[in-house]
């Protein structure tokens, strides 16, 4: 690529808008909420995740029972990236088809509602889970059987 004189005139604000794409490898620090974590993500973890994912039975190497655990990864190394929702694995196995194989839970197993799928996105995005998703995603806990709750 050539260099644009506004670059080498030092133009930061210029250079950002000329930066490619991040990377996983350049991927940009971000800090996930520990209290989001504890108070949100980790209720949906152990209702839902825990049962194949935590001390009892560890599938694809991976536990999902503590904040530790859970940036740890699994068999294929890190289920996700901070402030990369869009190349998370561990996401893209939430959200996908209904009727896919690698669909997690595995589709015989009780889903995650769309609130509660948003809610895992907004965390591993590295923005703070607004207090009325919170509180649908933990809602969807109660519901017996869990259905989509979106539209509630
Ligand atoms: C009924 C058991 C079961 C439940 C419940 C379950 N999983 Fe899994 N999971 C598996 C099995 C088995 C594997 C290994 C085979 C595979 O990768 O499909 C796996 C693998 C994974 C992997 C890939 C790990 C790696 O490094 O390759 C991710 C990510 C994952 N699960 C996320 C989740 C999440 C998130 C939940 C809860 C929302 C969940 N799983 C619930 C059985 C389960």
């Excluded at 890190?78 to 669909?103: C, I, K, N, Q």
């Amino acid at each position: 690529m050539r260099v644009l004189p506004t670059l080498l005139g030092g133009a930061c604000l210029a250079a950002a808008a000329f930066a490619a794409p991040p990377t996983r490898k350049d991927a940009p620090k971000v800090t996930l909420s520990r209290s989001d974590f504890s108070s949100v993500i980790a209720p949906i973890l152990d209702a839902r995740c825990v049962s194949c994912h935590g001390p009892k039975k560890v599938k694809g190497k991976l536990r999902l029972d503590s904040y530790d655990a859970m940036m740890k990864g699994g068999k294929n190394g890190a289920a996700f990236v901070p402030g990369r929702p869009d190349t998370s694995m561990l996401l893209a196995r939430v959200f996908l088809h209904p009727g896919a194989g690698d669909l997690m839970p595995p589709k015989e197993e009780k889903q995650l509602t769309e609130a509660q799928k948003e809610a895992m996105y907004t965390w591993i995005e590295g923005r703070p889970i607004p207090a009325a998703l919170a509180k649908t995603a933990k809602d969807g806990l109660k519901a017996a059987p869990a259905k989509d709750d979106a539209n509630r």
